[in-house]
């Protein structure tokens, strides 16, 4: 496992294709910034990412932090990020629910996120997914060599 990298109460990682990020309590606007700064690099270099998300010990995020992440989701447009969040709170659950509907009919991305109750649930989806995205993109590596469409 790579370093983790502080912020605050919380942190991050970031290993392949791969985000990781925990939170524990509230978390700033400049915190949330600095902890999906790598995920965003991350992006740079690869068109589709997992993010695993535990929030079990994370409180409602501030009006400020929810319009940043409204408005990152609109710029970040078609990125294709894969994302599992690890969480008890139906709050949580809801309000993030929301921030993404709003972001998805602004840009048109379709979403691709998990709600789960245990790490070991997040680590199968994460498994689960990489499955089914290599066999994809054999499929699609066998199209190719064939000449399909």
């Not at 606007?29 to 700064?37: G, T």
């Not at 690890?86 to 602004?106: C, D």
């Not at 989806?125 to 000449?147: F, K, L, P, V």
Request: hydrophobic share 45%.
């Amino acid at each position: 496992m790579p370093p983790w990298i502080s912020v605050g109460a919380h942190r991050c990682y970031v290993e392949g294709d791969l985000f990781v990020m925990e939170l524990h309590g509230p978390v700033s606007l400049a915190e949330v910034a600095i902890l999906l700064a790598p995920q965003e690099q991350l992006l740079l270099h690869t068109s589709e990412i997992f993010t695993l998300c535990d929030a079990r010990e994370a409180v409602l995020p501030s009006p400020e932090v929810r319009r940043f992440l409204n408005e990152r989701g609109q710029r970040l447009g078609k990125a294709k990020i894969c994302s599992v969040v690890i969480t008890h709170s139906v709050m949580l659950r809801t309000m993030l629910q929301l921030v993404e509907r709003a972001a998805m009919l602004l840009t048109g991305r379709p979403l691709d996120t998990r709600f789960v109750a245990s790490e070991e649930a997040a680590w199968a989806w994460i498994a689960q997914r990489r499955s089914a995205r290599a066999t994809r993109d054999e499929a699609e590596a066998d199209n190719r060599r064939r000449g399909a469409p």
